[in-house]
DNA sequence: CTGAAAGCGCTAACAA
DNA sequence: TTGTTAGCGCTTTCAG
C-alpha cells in the first residue's frame, strides 16, 4: 500500500541500486561531470535508459543547476515577442536547456512578480522581451543570475541585450517615403515610459529614428502619440486626417497600430496608397497577406530570440562583461505605400 | 566571504528566526493550513513582509505542491492557442497557482518529452492544449496528475477535457452558405492523425460536421485533404479551382487556410465574394481587420481556456470522475462570402 | 496550538 | 576513479 498509484517517481537511487554503482557516480554521469571511466558511463546510461529514469529538477534546483531558462514576455499576441520566443526555444533544441516561458503584462508590477516566480524555481537564466520595468531592478536580479534583456536599448552593466537597430528601420522608412516624394509624414507613438531616460524601449527608439531622419532631409517630424494598438494608431490617423493640411503618408510605430490607421482612412473614403500611404514596423503575418500587403520593416525576431541564447548560455557559462548584439532591419516595400497624389490630400501646399 | 554577491535567498528558516516561532510554524502559515492561531499568523506574516521571502518552488517540489499549472501548447503562431493560454493566465491571476507554458511541436515525441519535463519540475497540474499524442499515453499520466485537454473530442477516463462544438460549427457555416444558395460547398482539411480513433482533434471534428450538414442538405460532401496551412489552403484551392465543375464556396478548416484560399483565387483572377466565397474556422485577429473581413466561426479562445482551470483546480481539489466542457460556436458572416453568381464558375450544373 | 526532527532527491565536498 | 555523506529549503508526521 506504498505506492497506491503505481507511480513512485524513479530516483537517482533506484538507478544507482540497478548499476550497482554509487549516487554520486551516477549524479556525475548526469552531469557529465570528469572523473568517470567509460565502462561506469556506459552502465549506468544502460541502467537510466532500463528504468526510464529523469531527474527531478526540484531537487536539483537545491544544490545545482534547473537546466531551465525562462522567458518573460509581456503578451501571447505579440506577434514579434512570439516569433523571439520560438527562436529562443529553437535555439535551446540542441542545448541541455529546456526554456519555460511566462507572461507578464505590461505593468511593472506584474511583470516583476512573474520574474520573481520564474527566480522561485531557480531558473539558470533570464531572458526578458521588451521589459517594462525600471533598468535599477533588473541590474539588480542580474547581480544574482545571468539575464539578457531583449528590445531594450541601452548599455546595462550586469546583462546583455539584443535589440534590432530600430532608429535604423526608422529611418529607411523615412527615406523610403521621402524618395516616393513625401514631405509630410506623420508618425504614430506611445508615450513614454518613466523609466526611460538612459535606456529606451522599441517605440521610442523608432521615434528617435523618425524624428532625426526627418530633420536630415530637411522637414518637420510630426508625431502623433496615442499608443502602438489598431484603437491607438485608428485615433492617431483621425486625427492626423482632421488637420487642415493632413500628412501625405503615415508611418505608425507598430503594424498593428498600421492596421487602425488603415481603418481610419477607409471610414474617410480615403483610399491606401493613392490617397495616403500607410507604413508599419515588424512585418508580422497579418501584414503579409495579400490583401493587407503593408509596407514595414522587419527585424528577425527568430535571429533574435537565437542570438539572446547564445549570449545567455555564454553567461552561464561564466562570461561577465555586457555585450550588445544588434541585430539589423531592413525594409519591405508592399502595396500600402506609393508616391503622393497631386490632388486629394496631397502636398500642394509647396507650391504657395 | 560566505556570501560574496550579497543575494543569499531568505529562507523559512530566516522567517521563523525573526518571527521568533518555529519553522514548520511558518510553514503553516504559508499553506494557509490548520492549527495557526491568529496572532501566530500576524507575526508571521509580518515577518515575511519585512523580509520579502518567498518559498523556494523546488524545495516546496520535494514534499508537497509547487502551485505550478503546466501549459501545453504547440506554438506560439497559432491564434487560437495563444488565447486560450490567456485565458488560463488570467483564470489563475487571482488563486495560488502560477502556470508556466512549453511549446511543443507538432510531433508526439517533442510533446511527450516537453510534458516529461513538466512532470520533471512536479507542476501540480497541466493543460494540454490541442494534443498530438495517443490517447493512452495521456491516461497514463493523468494517473498521476490533474490533466485537462483542450480541442480533444472524446471521452477520457482519467482527465477532463473542453471542446468547441466544433460539429456544430462546421454545420452553422454549411447552412450559411446553403441559405446563400451554394450547392457546391468545398471543404479543406488535413489528414486524420494515427492515433485518431475513439478520440478526434478539431480538424476532423470540422470534416464530420460539416459532410454531415452537406448530407443533411441533401448535397455531396467535398473535401480535399491537404494540410491547415496557408500552403495547405492554397493548394486545396487550387485543386478545386482546377476541377471541370468548381465549387462556389470553399469552407477552409481555419482561418489560416482561407488565408491561401483567398490567394489562390486572387492568382486565378477570381473575385471574392463575387466569383467564390471563402470561409474559414477560428476567427483569428487577421481575419478581423477590414481588409480581409473573412466570414468563419469564432469559438471563445478565452473562455476555453477559463474553464480548463476551473475544471483543473476541481480536479486538484480531489475530485476524479472526468468532466466534459463543450463551449458553443457562432457564425460570423463577413465580407468574403455571399450568393453564388449566376454566370461565371457557379452551379450552373444543376440545369442540365 | 506549537515545535522538533525526519526526509524528499539531488549535488558536491571529501575520503578512500 | 569511485563511494560516502552532509546538506539544500521545504513539508509533514509526531510529541509536547
Redesign the interface.
Known sequence: MADP???ERTTIQDVAAAAGVSVSAVSKVLRGAYGVSPQMRTRVTAAIDRLGY?????????RGR?Y?VGVVLV???S?FQ??V??GI?DALEDTSY??????AGATPERQKS?I??L????VDGLVLIAPWIEVAWIEKIA??LPVVAVALHGTPRNFDTVVDDERLGAQLMVDHLVAAGHRQIAHTSAPRAAFEDTFVLSHTARRQGYEQAMRSHGLRPDVIETWLS?EGGHQAAQQAFDRARPPTAIFAGADIAA?GV??AA?ERGLRVPEDVSVAGYDNI??ST????SLTTVDQSGHGTGAESIRLLLERIEGRAQPRQFVVSPHLVTRRTTTAPSGTGISNRGRTV
Open positions: 498509484e503505481g507511480t529523469r531527474p527531478h529538477t526540484g531537487a536539483r534546483a537545491m534547473t531551465t503578451e501571447l499576441t506577434p512570439t516569433e520566443a520560438k526555444s529546456q526554456d519555460i516561458l511566462v507572461t512573474r520573481e516566480a527566480l522561485d524555481r531557480h547581480q544574482a489598431e492596421f488603415l481603418r477607409e503575418y497579418t497577406i495579400n490583401r493587407v
